[in-house]
């Protein structure tokens, strides 16, 4: 729970530091968070990868650094817009150090070959995103398969057409 809290004051940390969250006005914050609550980025990284927890002094030392209430820290809390705190996950803002690696790997592909990394990233999201075909139900008389005879090649399947628009990409 502290955990979510903390994670909470960086949220409004950054809302009310940054009006426009981009890369270039990201960087920085977590070491100015960090600052405000008088810890080493280091340990606030820890913090947040779970390999460091906050105790009793330290959640008393957040909730006074960041203006909350004796106890705050230990009492479950939402967004402040009335959803639960697991509507977090559904922020486009990257929530640790791995999710920041993996957005500048994607923007650093993007940047270098536009066409190509948006054809690509579409690809590969439509495997995900796009749900696959319900299994054709078994009936008792179909016959399965016959594989070739040794030495018989199958003839290649051949590639569904490319599509006409991106809104077509993503069926």
């Known amino acids: 729970m502290r955990l979510d ?8 940390f ?3 530091t940054v009006k426009n969250a981009d890369a270039a006005a990201l960087r920085g914050l977590e070491r100015r968070f960090a600052e405000r609550l008088q810890i080493q980025p280091s340990y606030w990284s820890q913090i947040k990868g779970r390999s460091r927890q906050i105790g009793e002094r330290l959640a008393r030392q957040f909730e006074q650094n960041c ?3 004796v106890g705050w820290m230990d009492e479950p809390h939402g967004t402040g817009n009335g959803a639960p ?13 791995d999710e920041r690696f993996i957005v500048g790997l994607v923007l650093t592909y993007y940047r270098r070959h536009p066409q190509r ?15 696959a075909a319900p299994a054709a139900p078994v009936t008792p008389a179909a016959t ?6 040794p030495g018989v ?7 569904p057409p490319a599509p006409a628009s991106d809104s077509d990409l993503w069926r």
């Open 5 to 12: 809290n903390a994670l909470l004051l960086f949220d409004e």
């Open 14 to 16: 950054v809302q009310a």
């Open 67 to 69: 203006r909350k209430p």
């Open 85 to 97: 705190a697991d509507a977090q996950a559904e922020s486009p803002l990257p929530r640790d150090d």
């Open 117 to 131: 990394a948006r054809t690509r990233l579409l690809d590969l999201l439509s495997e995900v995103l796009v749900p």
């Open 144 to 149: 399965p398969p016959v594989a070739p005879a």
């Open 153 to 159: 090649l199958r003839p290649a399947a051949v590639p």
